[in-house]
Structures are given as C-alpha cells and as structure tokens.
C-alpha cells in the first residue's frame, strides 16, 4: 500500500468492539478527570474542596471504588490493541513514529494550551515508541511481559508507600523525645511527616490557587505550569512501567481475541467474576480505611499497599463486563453511539480539556461547585457527545482532530466530508 493509497483510506480496519470499549472508557475517565479540571487538590481529597458530607462524600466514595485508575486502564490497554492494528499495515514504520510523536504534541497542546495538568496523550505518545519493538511477540509473551512491567511500577510504588510508612514511624519515634533534646534529624522528620500527614495542601495554599486559576488565562498558566512540568518530566519515568505494562497487555489481548470478541463467552464471565472478585472488596477496603480515617496522608499511604492490584482487578472485570455486553447484541443504538464516540476520541478527549478550560477558568468556577455537581457537566458532555459523534461521522469521514492527525502521519490530507452519491437525472426521468 503507497502512501497515498493509506491516506485515502477512509477507516481502515475497524472494530466496533475496540471503538465501542474506547469510547466507554473515555466517559469514564472524565468521571475522574472532572474533580481534578474543577477541584485541583480535592481529587483525593474531599475534605479540600467541593463537599465532604452527604452526598458529596458518597459520591467521592462511589466514584473511587467503581472507576478510580480503571478508565485510564482501559484506555492504556485499547491504545496497544491499537497499536498491532496500526502496525499491520504494510509499510507502517514511518508513520506509526510520526503518528506518536506528534500525539506527543498533542499532549503538549492539551496541557500547555489547555491548562490540562492531567493529561494522557504526552505519556501514551512517548510510551508508544518503546512498544513498536514488540509487535511481532506472540500474545502470550506480550502478556507476560505485560503483567511483569505492571509488577515492576507496582514495587516502585510499594517502595515508596515503604518509604514513607517508615518515615511516619521515625516521626512517631522522634516525638516521643522531648522537644529541647531532639536533634536536627528528629525536627527534620517531624516537620516532613506534618506535610504528609496533612493529605492535602495547606488551606491558604487552596485559597491562593483558586484566586489564580480564576484570575484569567494567564494567571491560570502560572499556577499550573510548575505541576504541568514534573508531569511531563518525572512522571513520565514514575509511571512509565505502569502504562507501558497496560499497553502490552491490551497488545496481547488483542492478538489472544479477546478485544475482538472472538473469545468464548466464559472467558469473559470469568474476567468479570474473577476481576470484581478481587477489585470490589479491595477497593471498598481502601476507601472504607481512607473514609474512616480522616482522609489523613497516613491513611492514603497504608491504603496504597493494595492499591495497584485492585485497580488491574477491577479493570479486567470492567473488560470482562463490556466484553459480555457486546456478545449479548443488546441495545444497539448505545452500542453504535457508543463507538462513534471511541472513533473519535482524540477530539472528544481534548473537547473534554476545552470545555473544563471555559467553565472552571474562563467562567471562573474553578473551586465554586460541590464535588457532585460537577458531574452534571459530566452528564451533559456525555449526552452532547452520544449524540454529536454519530451524526458528525455520518458527514464525515473522521473526527476534526482526527483528520488533521492523519494529514500531519501521512503528509497528504485525506477526504474530509463524506460525498453522498447522486442519482443521474435520466435515472430519476425513468
């Protein structure tokens, strides 16, 4: 296949299933990404901002035992399913590294331009290079090379929750001397353990972010642009092992048939069984501990032991669950809608971005909505994009962001607007 011949290629080799699963997990991850667009440090933490009682608390414990780390799971895992279907193609090397480099850019964009501190697209681009090498590793072989990088961010993790559970010990140690006889060390380490301990920044540290983020764009810019930084700095060795384990794993399930629906239905029976077995009474487990605790740093931390593990649970019963839906053949029209909406997702992912940038710092209402409200502008994106993606893709051929992602890999501009073929006039005379 020349050059030309892939631009023009409308859609390639779709599947509805991967489009289908895309797309939910899109809408799942601005369930989460919403508290941080319209709450910064409250993500974590209720007692923050947005409501701590009532049903601002239960929506937070409702939101983290169902879809915390999950969606962004799921979205990691149908990026590497992804990436054996791009890499199918003849001829694919050139633009499979153009095509992510500038998904790098447009990670760049989304956080720079968009003030989205949170985003995505900058580490599955930079993680995407690393996973070319792989492509042509059976299914088995990606998965356990999967499974063990996943294994790997998860001891980096408990090596950090070790860390600093042995600093609230030292902490605890050092208190018990008497203030005139500690030493430098001991009023070091109590000063550090107060900061954790704290699980969330100082109330004047809130207040002062809040007068920023809603002071105008630039003012915005400045407040975020030290966290945007170390996201796309450390953070991109931090969690490297983590998305590039996913990845793999949705790279094996795909050549195992599993993202392709060609898997018995037991399989995906025992996904959701076995995944929520583990992932549900974990994840109540952590935010039962959290909850009770105050929401104090120590309780985040002892909560962290189990926290990699449910999440990969949970993310494989979600999988099992949306597995089975779509074998079943119900309610179609979701399931069409649903896939428009995974098409395209590099739209609807920074529309997300655009829409949070007008509202919480345009508008100004960034820290000015309970935790649960936030989720009726959740609830309305969804509904616009349920309805907006079928219809667009009816007209055209790709999502907006789409195309121009295309026309940047391949260097020519695909067909845009979908021609709708016309009837002679002879034909209609007759």
Known sequence: MSMTEAVTAPTGRRLESLDFIRGCALFGILIMNIVGMGLGPAYDNPTVLGGDKGIDLWTWFAVNVTFEGTQRGLFSILFGAGVILFTS????????FRRNLWLIAFGLFNAWVL????????F????ALFLFAFRHLSGKKLLAIGIASFVLGAAWSGLDTRNLLNL????????????????????????QWKEEARGAPKPAAVQKMKQQVTAGYFSALEARAPRIAEAQSWWAYRYFFDIFGMMMMGMALFKLGVLTLE??????????????????????????????????????????????????????????????FLKSGILPWLRQSMAAVGRMALTNY????LVALIIFVFLGYWGALARHQLYYIVFA?????????????????????????????????????KVRPTIPVGALAA
């Open 115 to 122: 003030l989205w501190s949170g985003d995505i697209l900058y």
């Open 350 to 353: 920074l529309t997300h971005s």
């Open 124 to 127: 599955y681009g930079l993680t």
């Open 263 to 324: 898997a018995k239905t037991r399989t995906y029976l025992a996904m959701m069984a076995g995944g929520y077995a583990i992932g549900v009474p974990l994840n109540l487990y952590e935010a039962n501990w959290i909850m009770s605790h105050g929401f104090s740093g120590l309780a985040y931390h002892q909560a962290n032991i189990t926290y990699d593990f449910s999440r990969l649970a949970q993310t494989i019963g979600h999988l099992g669950l949306l597995g089975l």
């Open 381 to 417: 994106v969804w509904a616009a994009q349920l309805v907006i993606s079928p219809i667009w893709l009816r007209n055209f051929h790709f999502g907006p962001v789409e195309w121009l992602w295309r026309y940047l890999t391949y260097g020519n501009a695909p067909p845009f607007r």
């Open 168 to 191: 609230h010990t030292r902490a605890v140690a050092a208190e018990q001397v008497p203030a005139a006889k500690r030493t430098e060390e001991q009023k070091k380490v109590i000063e």
């Open 89 to 96: 193609r003849p001829d694919s090397t050139d633009a499979y």
